[in-house]
């Protein structure tokens, strides 16, 4: 997920300074798909370490995503004191003390501080995120900026495949629970195996921590210049509209929408999918793997979108082709069962892959002097990914997850809507 905030002049004319910097904004992309996407090997990690049902799994990417809910609009406030730069180490120094605080959770198998860990981590995020994408959209012409988000869009996408593996295939060999079925008269047995399956996380995140602080070092010595968007935005664009309120914009109302669905349905298809693959008789060893999967799909969605917008497909096509492809791949899913069901739901990284960056430019078109506030609510949207997949454990939890999977499907809909009409809807 890559938002852009628009800005009239690039940072430098040098390619080879620009290309410098993007290189290390591109550094930190990767660090947001990284910690983004731990999410689904821990939602099944920690459903069996704390003994949980689906809803209350589905509570760490709640923790996670809430935060930008929560924190939009305080970390460009904060942003404005630091500067941008010292913002982004920040942002990491905070992110290591939400991986610090899983090696007492694993200790401890407490629950709440894992939730504790998971919101300090996307708070982190929620700074580092605000900070970075100034950078990407200023770092070269304004006309190429698409480019560039796509670019940043495959780091993040590429740590999202690679994060899955890595922590997969430490904490999650040897983890199913049918596994600890052989324990359910023994409790304290069942308590010790339960333990040692908890500390497998302690060395990986230890070592998380210290990587990203050295990495905050990195950047906080770096030669990053500082910049301040409010006076390099274009001042040339202007509200002549005479609106004197963001809701008067309901084009960007419905894209706010349209977002928040679109991002609880990402964190579905890409959080689900291994707990998915283990309701359909999969192993978790095997599962493991499948969150790549859907990363992996839409890693290719974003190399087709550097490929093909503008020049063969509009936004608005593209969003509408994506949306369709959704419906078209949770019908097939909910259709069949076992590894054909689950190819249908990797798939969807596929379908979503353009979603995002087609609704930003749609939502924020036209808005003059309401940019900035537009952007701010855009990117409070992504607590989308708290809300939907709370609702999707709860259906899970009553019918199963294979069913549970008819809620994504109006909310590509609502996608669809917007792709057709919705981005057209004028405000009096």
Known sequence: MTPSIHSSQPITTDEKTNLKYLFIIGLLF?????????????????????????????????????????????????????GFKNGMALGLL??????????????TRMFSLFLVGQFIQG?????????????????????????RISIMGICNGIAGIVAPIILGAIILNDSDQTNLNQYAADLEKKSIVLQ????????????M????LLIAIFIYRSGLPEIDPEKEEDTTIKNDLNKNSIFQFPHLMMGVVSLFLYVGVEVIAGDS????????????????????????GMLIGYLIGIIAIPKFLSQEKALKISAILGIVFCLL???????????????LGLANALIYPSIWPLALNGLGSFTKIGSSL??????GGAILPLIYGRIADHFSPHQAYWMVIPCYLVILFYAIKGHKLVGK
Request: contains cysteine.
């Open 30 to 82: 990767f660090v947001f798909g990284f910690v983004t996407w731990l999410g689904s090997v821990l939602i099944p990690y920690l459903k069996i370490t704390c003994q949980l049902n689906n809803i209350s799994s589905y509570l760490v990417a709640f923790s996670f995503y809430i935060s930008y809910l929560l924190l939009a609009l305080p970390s460009a406030a904060l942003l404005k004191k630091t």
């Open 273 to 296: 999918i291994i707990l998915y693959g283990a309701s359909q008789g999969i192993a978790l060893s095997t599962a493991k793997f499948f969150t790549s999967f859907t990363l992996s």
């Open 123 to 147: 708070s982190g995020l929620a700074i580092l995120q605000t900070a970075a994408n100034p950078y990407v959209v200023m770092l070269g012409p304004r006309k190429s900026a698409a480019k």
């Open 378 to 383: 855009l990117i409070m949207a992504i607590g």
């Open 94 to 107: 905070l992110i290591s003390v939400g991986t610090l605080l899983f090696i007492p959770a694993a200790k």
């Open 196 to 207: 040692q399956i908890a500390n497998k996380v302690i060395a990986p995140y230890a070592f």
């Open 333 to 347: 899913a909910l259709a069949t069962n076992g590894k054909i069901s689950l190819t249908f739901i990797a798939l």
């Open 209 to 212: 921590t210290i990587l990203l």
